[in-house]
């Protein structure tokens, strides 16, 4: 078994023949490791732009790379190719899923396919790594950067955001990290509809309590003092990702603010749910501009 760790440097573009958005891509390095992650090859490429004909600022100054230097760069199409050829049956590694949605992006525009053609078996580094590091959080993402940080791996801020140069820091966290949890666990399939349908599945709050992914149960509450089922005494309100609701506990007669938010992922309904301090101002009706943080 091989790894192939690829890193891709894109740039935002608008295309007007598609009407939208583009994260064109411009740059692929990946190295190639075997089995114990010992590098046996490497690859890099530059992509002439066909999009955005000039990089964005942001994007000069992170990549220090410059239009004069891409337009020697191939076409997307055959770079794809030649990575293909490079990457062979490897599982494939980046550093958290937004290569693989750039990915999609550029084939969705040059093939009308999501499909990527040389993506067989995956496995998200970032994940491996902040679960090893016992720092995994959905809500935060680790950067490759303070990742290597806090593993105290050396890098030069300098050479980073260069394609090449990531891939052979996300490599270096991996190896730092090796035996901490087994690599292979999280190497997933990727040739499947439904790896698809899950990278392009868009998290979004629910809003509707009526909601059929709502589990009902979420909407009851404990009181914080003793313990005991508390009591609804308002109808629930929606402020804007939060339904809340003003809850009374007949038992010690606390009075506090149940709030709760359902976040639908593709594989299930995330519940956050607290108990807030009633807020006094809520009773005022001629406030009414939304006051969560
Ligand atoms: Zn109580």
């Avoid at 891509?25 to 530059?46: M, P, R």
């Avoid at 990727?190 to 979420?218: C, Q, V």
């Avoid at 709030?259 to 001629?286: H, L, M, P, Q, W």
Wanted: charged share 30%; hydrophobic share 35%; net charge neutral.
């Amino acid at each position: 078994m091989s790894y192939v760790i690829l890193d891709l440097e894109w740039n935002g573009a608008y295309s007007k023949s598609a009407h939208r958005f583009v994260n064109e891509i411009i740059e692929f390095g990946a190295v190639k490791t075997d089995e114990d992650l010992a590098v046996t090859d490497t690859f890099s490429a530059l992509i002439s732009p066909r999009i955005g004909k000039r990089l964005s600022g942001r994007v000069k100054e992170l990549t220090k790379l410059t239009n004069e230097a891409l337009s020697d760069g191939a076409d997307f199409g055959s770079v794809v190719q030649s990575f293909g050829e490079f990457a062979g049956d490897s599982v494939i590694m980046t550093w958290g899923t937004s290569d693989i949605h750039a990915l999609i992006d550029n084939c969705l525009y040059y093939y009308k396919d999501r499909k990527i053609p040389f993506l067989h078996r995956y496995c998200d580094m970032q994940e491996y790594c902040e679960r090893a590091m016992n720092r995994f959080d959905e809500g935060c993402q680790m950067g490759l950067g303070l990742c290597a940080e806090r593993l105290g791996v050396e890098f030069s801020e300098d050479d980073q955001h260069r394609a090449g140069a990531d891939a052979l820091l996300s490599l270096k966290c991996l190896k730092a990290l090796r035996g901490a949890l087994p690599l292979d666990r999280f190497v997933q399939d990727a040739d499947s509809e439904a790896f698809y349908d899950r990278m392009t599945f868009k998290n979004h709050y629910i809003t509707d309590l009526g909601s059929p992914d709502i589990d009902r149960s979420a909407l009851k509450f404990n009181c914080d003092v003793c313990g005991k089922r508390a009591r609804r005494i308002k109808s629930w309100r929606l402020h804007n990702r939060n339904f809340t609701a003003d809850f009374i506990c007949k038992n010690c007669g606390r009075a506090f603010t149940g709030r709760v938010s359902f976040k639908k992922r593709y594989d299930g309904v995330r519940v956050n749910k607290r108990i807030v301090e009633k807020k006094e101002e809520e009773a005022n009706t001629s406030n009414t501009k939304p006051n969560e943080e």
